[in-house]
């Protein structure tokens, strides 16, 4: 028997290991549940973090934007 053919035969009598997060469980938590827990936690994170700092972009681009347009009007009114 080649080296192939033991390798072959070992592959086939051992039971594969199951590559999946869904049977898992953690504290009696399934581990799909943690996962989408902290993608919650980090996605309400983010938005607490970025939402104040958007807002005064927001209002820096429209002071700007106002500002520019009169400036032009008082030109060419």
């Known amino acids: 028997m080649s080296l192939k053919n ?8 051992t039971t594969p290991v ?3 997060i869904s049977g898992l469980t953690w504290m009696g938590i399934t581990m799909k549940d943690w996962v ?3 993608t919650a936690i980090l996605i309400i994170f983010q938005l607490i973090v970025l939402t ?7 209002l820096q681009f429209k002071h700007n934007t106002t500002h520019t347009i009169k400036e032009v009007l ?4």
Not at 6 to 13: C, K, P, R
Not at 52 to 58: G, I
Not at 74 to 77: M, S, T, V, Y
């Open 36 to 38: 989408l827990t902290g």
């Open 74 to 77: 008082k030109r060419h009114g």
């Open 52 to 58: 104040p700092k958007v807002y005064r972009v927001l």
């Open 18 to 20: 199951p590559v999946s």
């Open 6 to 13: 033991t390798a072959e035969t070992l592959a086939q009598a």
